[in-house]
């Protein structure tokens, strides 16, 4: 009986001993962290471009990011994950073609080369407009019609500026309905339909407007800092969105408490569009830009 307990106990010693033997021919795997792409931006020529924007994105394109080319020509993106990638580089006139599924793995740096074109010469192309143009007469004169919005029904909607009004036009039925504002020298700029067909507008005066068309209730809130809200738009936070031009202000009013904040930006006007992001064509003395403004 000892010796069958001796036996075993020796067994499972040659067990272990062989198990750590066998283990130690294997190197140890270090953790991997995040890869890059780095690359180099040439002209047609060969010679390194600075200053190139270089757009990369994930190759399902949700959202894009950019960096710039060094004195060098040289750029460096980092922290990026295993996956697909596109990548394209312009400047002014001349651009790359979109370098695309690039694959990039951990803890490495996948090297790129991208040549810039000279953009194509555009082509004429004559159109033949074809259809008919209708036109019809506001219900009242000198109304100074403003920015335009369609509501889910259809219908067209007008901010009539100098009579204080928002104007309902229906194209199946060609009929005008007119809602007034309450405040005087309201002068309503522009305005934007739910999807439940409220109407919710922006007054001269410093004003966010809601119009509910089914009981034709019209209330207003302030926007303390904005004095001159317009071109209001939804954007993917369900939150009303403006601009204040005078002002330098992009305004946000959440609908729900009717908070209004604004931050501080020379914008003319702001859209939805490009991967659902709010977009402000911003005017300064020297020039123009449009881009994304965050969210």
């Known amino acids: 009986?000892?010796?069958?307990?001796?036996?075993?106990?020796?067994l499972l010693c040659g067990i272990a001993a062989l198990s750590r033997s066998v283990c130690a021919q294997y190197p140890k795997q270090e953790k991997e962290g995040?890869?890059?792409?780095?690359?180099v931006v040439v002209n047609t020529k060969g010679a390194p471009v600075r200053d190139a924007l270089v757009v990369w994105q994930i190759s399902d394109g949700e959202e894009a990011h950019a960096v710039h080319s060094d004195a060098q020509g040289h750029f460096h993106i980092?922290?990026?994950?295993?996956?697909?990638?596109?990548?394209?580089?312009?400047v002014e006139d001349a651009s790359s073609d979109w370098v695309r599924n690039v694959l990039v793995r951990p803890g490495t740096a996948s090297i790129l080369k991208l040549r810039l074109a000279?953009?194509?010469?555009?082509?004429?192309?004559?159109?033949?407009?074809?259809?008919?143009?209708?036109?019809?007469?506001?219900?009242?004169?000198g109304a100074m019609p403003q920015d335009s919005a369609a509501d889910p029904l259809g219908n067209v909607w007008f901010p009539l500026q100098d009579t204080g009004q928002l104007a309902r036009f229906s194209p199946d039925t060609q009929e005008w309905k007119l809602f007034k504002v309450p405040s005087e020298n309201s002068g309503?700029?522009?305005?934007?339909?739910?999807?439940?067909?409220v109407i919710w507008f922006t007054e001269k005066s410093g004003k966010?407007?809601?119009?509910?068309?089914?009981?034709?209730l019209v209330t207003e809130y302030s926007a303390p800092t904005a004095k001159d809200p317009q071109r209001p738009v939804f954007g993917p936070d369900r939150a009303l969105w403006f601009t204040a031009q005078d002002t330098n202000l992009i305004g946000h009013d959440d609908r729900k408490n009717h908070r209004v904040q604004c931050a501080d930006a020379k914008?003319?006007?702001?859209?939805?569009?490009?991967?659902?992001?709010?977009?402000?064509?911003?005017?300064?003395?020297?020039r123009t830009e449009i881009g994304p403004r965050g969210s």
């Open 1 to 10: 009986m000892l010796r069958t307990w001796l036996n075993i106990v020796f």
């Open 34 to 39: 995040p890869g890059s792409l780095d690359g």
């Open 78 to 90: 980092s922290g990026l994950w295993t996956g697909l990638y596109e990548v394209r580089a312009s």
């Open 118 to 141: 000279s953009a194509a010469a555009p082509v004429q192309v004559r159109l033949e407009l074809k259809g008919k143009m209708h036109t019809w007469d506001l219900p009242t004169a």
């Open 188 to 197: 309503p700029n522009g305005l934007a339909s739910d999807p439940k067909g």
């Open 208 to 216: 966010i407007g809601r119009l509910d068309p089914k009981s034709s």
């Open 267 to 286: 914008c003319a006007s702001l859209w939805n569009g490009f991967g659902r992001r709010r977009w402000t064509l911003v005017l300064r003395i020297d």
